[in-house]
Structures are given as C-alpha cells and as structure tokens.
C-alpha cells in the first residue's frame, strides 16, 4: 500500500468513527504516522482528502455496475438481482465508508463535500434505474415506479446499516452481537431483498397490474 493510500484508509477509519467535523488533520496524521506537509501535498486539505476517498470508492461501484449492465448474457431480472448483491457486498464489506458517505449525504456541513457526495449517490442510481426501466419497456416487468424501487432497495440496506444499536437488539440474539460481519446476515439480507423485488417487479404482471 502507497502513503497516498495509507492516509486515505485512515482517514476513512476516523472520519466513520469521529465524525468528519471532528476529526482533524492533525489526528489523520498522527495516527497515519506522516507529517501534515505530506496530507497537504497529495489532498490539499481535509475535504480534498475525503473527496479524494469518495471518488475513488464511486469509480470502482461505477465500473462494477456498469459491467453488470452491459453484460449481454444477463436479462433485466439477473441484473437487478447481481446489482442488489454487489451492492449489499460493497456496503458490508466497507460499512465504514458507507456510515461517512450517508453521514456527508445527510448532514455534511460542507457544500462542496455534500454535493460531491450526492453526485456519487445519483450516478449510482441511474444505472441501476436505468436497467429496471429497459425491463418495463421490454414488458419484462411491470409498469412499476423505477425510481422509488431503487430508493426501496437502498432504503433497506440503509436502514440496516444506520444504526449498530437497532441492529444488534434485533438481529443479535440473546447476546445482542452486531450480525454486520457475519456472512450469514449478509446472505439473509440479499435474499430478503431480491425476492422482495422481483416480487414487486414481476409478480402481478400476468395480472396486468
């Protein structure tokens, strides 16, 4: 791993367990073990640093999105199901990034951070919105609202992810464990959500609903 790397990962870490509002250069680069000149040369500052992670977590979701849709072995249908299992995988595997992207995307005090971030959030979107509406054109799923049945999938997620303290008094047993690093809870959500989905983009179609 590079210095430029390094920081950007420890700055991610402290950005999701402080705040991005609290946490300081100087913080960054004491627990990077660098001196502030070297974040200063590769960021710029600290919203250079968090654009920085954030552009580079966008670029690698975007190309493995885009990958899904435009592989012409796979019908809407797969697609939606593979886009809702990489999303699940990205945001568990890297639930840190996550809490700060949803933490910027709400409540960043920063205009330039929050617009970078909902610029993210949106390109995102229209892939996945994109697929869901080829699927209606091509009358493979019904005349459904594309728009709020990404916003059903991504709120769930969202809503699993956002608070440990919920997640842990009802997915966790009778010892209250956080399930977010158990592969087991990981593939219960997928399933839950892909046949809620396909439920919603299919199921009354032979209906003409």
Known sequence: MDTKE??????MQLFAEKGY?????RDIASKAKVNLAL????FGSKEGLLKNIFQQRALNLQFQIWEISNDKSLNELQKVHLMIDYYIDKIFTNHQFHRVMMRELFSSQSEEVHSDTIDIFTENAKIVISIIEKGIKKKVFRNIDPELCFASIIGTIHHLMHSTILRKRIFGGKEKKDPILEPSFKKRVTKHIQQMIEHHLIAEKNNNN
């Open 6 to 11: 390094h920081i950007m990962q420890v700055g």
């Open 39 to 42: 974040i200063s040369y590769h």
């Open 21 to 25: 509002e609290t946490t300081t250069i």
